[in-house]
């Protein structure tokens, strides 16, 4: 495996996030998964509605550290959710630490995490109200500094103000502070503890009370902005109704609440309405708007079997549908439960910045202290001024707009690629996206419909009966459940037979025995090697593939007696998403099992000038790992089941057509959720487009800080003024970052 496949789901970092050693504890170790704990895990999960970053994700791993019966912990910050691994006494010793560390936990099921959704509420008087009190305060508190400085009770009364402004703006976060500071981690909250504290203790009551509101209030509007990121892709489960008429067992139709409905129940979907789960459709036929799961901007027609997506809108008549999925595993609700859990897999750039800001902090914090200590000797400052402007340092230099920038940026970027159908498995994958150089593409349900029909069927034993002949091969074929066999099970309509000994040949075909005698269904491939082809065959088979058929023969262990020519179509959106990785710089190359003559038949259709065929799944991992030496950053593109290996073995794997498909979810790092292959470039510019937001941010936040750092040691530079920057700053990045949301590729889809 490379080594791009191994990060860990490390959460979401935010402003408070500063302290070192967040993301592990000694005797605890993270979950590393990106896929649901199941019931028989043992595990419990909690939502935790004042866990907001990853700061309170330190400090509940501290708490629970020392209780040896927790196997893993695993954080959700954007639903504000824990999962705990552990024996059911250790859970019960961890509920209880969570409440000691000042925490309140919330024990929730599977299906009320994903109908809840990630954002809490937490009123209006402590989102909005305290704060704004406290600026009213610090407002009243400086007018009446400037304009009865020398009238002792008067400044005695903008002392309680100012203080009362500081409790009712900032009592969390000066509390936090001291706990951080007495712990030795030097977060936002410890910074601005000390700030304010000292602010307060040289006379300057009124800016540490403005400066603690201000702070307040810029930070409910940073996690406001904050939410509309993590919540994006939330909006999905509105599309679902609350309710939907179900078949009753006495005939009559019946509306019930949809987490009610069981598998198997039929249901009805009048015109307009939306589907309100996943299921077959068995009767009825209809047009499907699908954008919601699969960004596909045309309805696609339903009939009879096919598979329908719960939120999306039944349009033209009446469907009646059997439920294949419950509310908490549908589809919609797995693409959500992704997404969640891709925002806790850190992206390179989220990993520096982390990483910058540990070791920034610190320095600045020890710049400050020489600042307030040295400078009454080298610049022979005032004691008063040299820790006036070491304050100022510390509330300048709180890195909250340099380590918010990232996630929010990622988040955004993930929300908007699940919005065109584009579901990625963490922000590693949607940076790294832009590094793709070569694109390796299966030909079968990637670029072409995956929908072969039998075109041909001919008979080279003149002497066999050609009926006989045309049941056998239905009779292997049918047992297959490759897109070639099924075309030709579906194609023949001859009895099938009973088939003894059958095995399925990866990469081959079929063979089975069927009345006392043994036959092979297999490609060109096979035959050759079981030295059964001669030249009249080889001239026949020549023919059917430079026409583009795929071609199975049916074979005895001593003769070819008939050939099954299977032809498929090329997508309409193959040639032009082919042509738009070109213009990209990316090279694709078309990997098949298939024999060369119909790949290159194929390749050129698509406007594919690599092309190599004839491969087994092990010759095409033997290929990633050759295009990955010939270009570098290599991604590969199949259905997520028979690509598999390949799947993982490439820098970035793309499964097609995922919607629905556990184990294209399971196998492959991006998901497109439809048959679109022009959702590969978007996702290139998606990433680059991400790229680039997230270095104008990183040089905003660095540059906007070091100007005022600046202005603090040699220029005049106020609290007011810090707090304006520090929070400016912030304020910018996350707006900056949040216009991912509503990225739009360039090119038509």
């Known amino acids: 495996m490379n080594s791009s496949k191994n990060h860990k789901n490390e959460n979401v970092p935010c402003p408070d996030c500063m302290d070192k050693g967040s993301t592990k504890v000694a005797g605890i170790s993270e979950d590393s998964s990106l896929h649901s704990v199941s019931a028989d895990d043992n595990a419990a999960r909690f939502r935790i509605p004042s866990m907001d970053c990853a700061s309170e994700e330190s400090e509940i791993r501290r708490a629970l550290a020392k209780i040896d019966g927790i196997k893993s912990l695993r954080f959700n910050l954007g639903a504000r959710e824990l999962i705990i691994n552990a024996d059911a006494d250790s859970i019960q010793l961890a509920v209880e630490a969570i409440k000691k560390a000042g925490f309140n936990s919330e024990l929730i099921s599977d299906a009320e995490s994903f109908e809840s959704g990630s954002e809490l509420s937490k009123g209006f008087w402590n989102t909005w109200g305290r704060p704004i009190s406290g600026l009213i305060l610090a407002v009243i508190a400086e007018v009446l500094e400037f ?59 009124p800016e540490a009370a403005m400066v603690m509101a201000l702070y307040a209030i810029a930070e409910a509007i940073e996690a406001k902005a904050v939410d509309r990121a993590r919540n994006a892709i939330k909006s999905l489960m509105e599309l679902t109704p609350e309710d939907a008429e179900v078949l009753q067992p006495d005939g009559a139709w019946k509306r019930e609440l949809v987490k009610d409905i069981p598998i198997d129940a039929k249901v009805r979907i009048r015109p307009g309405e939306r589907i309100p789960l996943d299921g077959i459709v068995i009767s009825g036929q209809s047009a499907i708007d699908q954008s919601p799961v699969t960004g596909e901007s045309l309805p696609v027609d339903k009939s009879p079997n096919d598979e329908v997506f719960a939120g999306t809108i039944n349009q033209a008549a009446e469907l009646e549908i059997r439920i294949t999925s419950l509310a908490s595993n549908s589809t919609i609700s797995r693409i959500i439960n992704a997404v969640e859990e891709a ?27 020489i600042v307030a200590l040295w400078m009454p000797f080298l610049l022979e400052w005032t004691w008063m001024k040299s820790i006036y402007k070491a304050l100022v340092l510390l509330v300048i230099a709180c890195p909250c707009a340099l380590v918010i920038s990232t996630p929010v940026t990622v988040v955004s970027g993930l929300a908007a690629a699940a919005r065109r159908g584009i579901l990625i498995k963490g922000g590693v994958y949607l940076e790294e996206a832009r590094k793709i150089k070569a694109v390796a593409l299966d030909k079968t349900g990637t670029i072409t419909e995956g929908k072969p029909k039998l075109s041909n069927f001919e008979v080279f034993d003149l002497q066999a009966d050609s009926a006989e ?84 023969l049916l074979a005895t262990t001593e003769k070819v007696l008939a050939v099954c020519a299977v032809a498929d179509t090329i997508k309409a959106s193959s040639k032009a998403a082919v042509s738009e990785l070109i213009l990209l710089g990316v090279t694709p190359i078309m990997l098949t099992g298939d024999n060369a003559a119909t790949a290159k038949t194929v390749g050129v259709q698509a406007g594919i000038t690599e092309v190599k065929g004839n491969l087994l799944p092990e010759d095409k991992l033997k290929e990633i790992e050759s295009l990955q030496k010939q270009f570098g950053v290599t991604a590969m593109t199949g259905d997520g089941i028979n690509d598999a290996p390949s799947l993982a073995r490439a820098d970035i794997g793309f499964a097609m057509g995922a919607a629905g498909t556990h184990t294209a979810m399971e196998a492959a790092d991006i998901l497109v959720m439809n048959d679109d292959l022009r959702r590969l470039p978007e996702t290139i510019r998606l990433s680059k487009q991400t790229h680039a937001i997230l270095w104008q941010n990183i040089v905003l ?49």
């Not at 002392?159 to 409790?167: D, E, P």
Request: charged fraction near 20%.
């Open 147 to 205: 304009a009865y400085p020398d009238i002792q009770e008067i400044k005695y009364l903008g002392m309680a103000l100012a203080s009362i402004s500081i409790i009712l703006a900032g009592l969390d976060v000066y509390v936090k502070g001291l706990k951080a500071f007495g712990d030795g981690r030097l977060n936002i909250n410890a910074l601005m503890t000390v700030a304010v504290t000292g602010a307060f203790l040289i006379g300057q009551w």
């Open 343 to 369: 925002q806790g897999a850190r992206a390179p750039t989220q990993r520096f910045v982390d990483a910058f800001a540990a070791f920034y902090t610190p320095a600045v914090f020890v710049l400050a202290l």
């Open 469 to 552: 002949l045309k049941g056998i091969a239905k009779s292997l074929a049918s047992r297959s459940d490759h897109p070639v066999s099924k075309a030709i099970a579906e194609g023949l309509s001859a009895q099938a037979k009973e088939v003894k000994n059958f095995k399925a040949i990866a990469g081959r075909g079929v063979q089975g025995r069927i009345a006392d005698t043994t036959y092979f269904l297999g490609n060109h491939r096979w035959i050759e090697e079981l030295e059964l082809c001669t030249p009249e065959i080889e001239a026949q088979l020549s023919i059917l593939e430079n026409t583009g058929r795929t071609v199975s």
């Open 701 to 749: 936040a660095l540059g906007i800080k070091f100007v005022f750092l600046f202005l603090a040691l040699f220029e005049n530079a106020s609290m007011w003024m810090a707090v304006f920057a520090d929070m400016g700053a912030s304020l910018i990045v996350v707006f900056n970052g949040l216009r991912l949301i509503t990225f739009k590729p360039k090119s038509k889809s």
